[in-house]
């Protein structure tokens, strides 16, 4: 699976739209962008996924570039359960290698009062 | 439903000692995995099933043991505890399909002394 880069930490003001990066210059063409979130001491939890195409969903909206070298998670009016620490993985979507999620340490975010 | 769960919440074993790691989940999902977090960093693999009675290793199976007799339960086996095993220890699930989201547990979080 293509290697991701995030920042180590951000911060948000509550109410304000976070914008995650994540750089996956060596990404495959049949792999996909994923975004997970941990808060802290629970389980990982899924946010949005996509291959090409920009998607949104009830949590957050997902804006990857045409080269498809990068991509932004947007948090698009953030709150203090937002702060946790986000991952952004790719992954190819079939075949064998479907099982495999590769964690780094991911982007905290911080959403201040 | 209840989605993943996992028992114990806590556990505190001494070098040497064994245990198994509970897993249950009621989504009727084929994939199960486990992954382990150390302080500070991201998830890693450990092991993995695509279905009862199929099991493979991931990233850092060293000192682990499954078995996946049912759909439902992935336990995690612990034979011979050593310090370098005290980690987080998360459960997850998944449905080949259209976004192919894990689903985590809350986590056992083990310490050997």
């Known amino acids: 699976d293509a290697k991701t880069t995030q920042p180590p930490s951000m911060d948000c003001a509550e109410g304000r739209a976070a914008n995650l990066p994540c750089n996956h210059s060596?990404?495959?063409?049949?792999?996909?962008v994923y975004w997970y979130r941990q808060i802290h001491s629970q389980g990982p939890q899924y946010i949005i996924h996509g291959l090409k195409n920009n998607e949104t969903n009830e949590m957050a909206s997902l804006i990857i570039t045409e080269d498809r070298k990068s991509s932004t998670l947007i948090l698009p009016h953030a709150t203090l359960r937002d702060t946790a620490v986000y991952y952004c993985i790719v992954r190819a979507n079939s075949g064998g290698s479907n099982y495999k999620l590769t964690f780094g340490k991911g982007t905290l975010l911080t959403v201040n009062p | 439903n209840a989605g993943v769960t996992q028992t114990p919440k806590f556990r505190i074993l001494k070098i040497g000692q064994s245990m198994t790691l509970q897993c249950t989940q009621d989504?009727?999902?084929?994939?199960m995995y486990w992954y382990r977090q150390d302080p500070g960093m991201g998830l890693k693999l450990i092991y993995y099933?695509?279905?009862?009675?199929?099991?493979d290793k991931g990233e850092v199976p060293n000192g682990y043991n499954v078995s996946r007799s049912t759909t439902e339960d992935f336990p995690l086996r612990l034979e011979l505890a050593a310090p370098s095993q005290t980690s987080v220890y998360f459960c997850?699930?998944?449905?080949?399909?259209?976004?192919?989201?894990?689903?985590f547990g809350p986590g056992t979080r083990l310490t050997v002394l």
């Open positions: 060596t990404i495959s063409g049949n792999e996909y």
């Open positions: 989504m009727n999902h084929n994939y």
């Open positions: 997850a699930s998944s449905y080949v399909g259209s976004s192919n989201e894990q689903f």
């Open positions: 099933s695509v279905g009862a009675g199929i099991t």
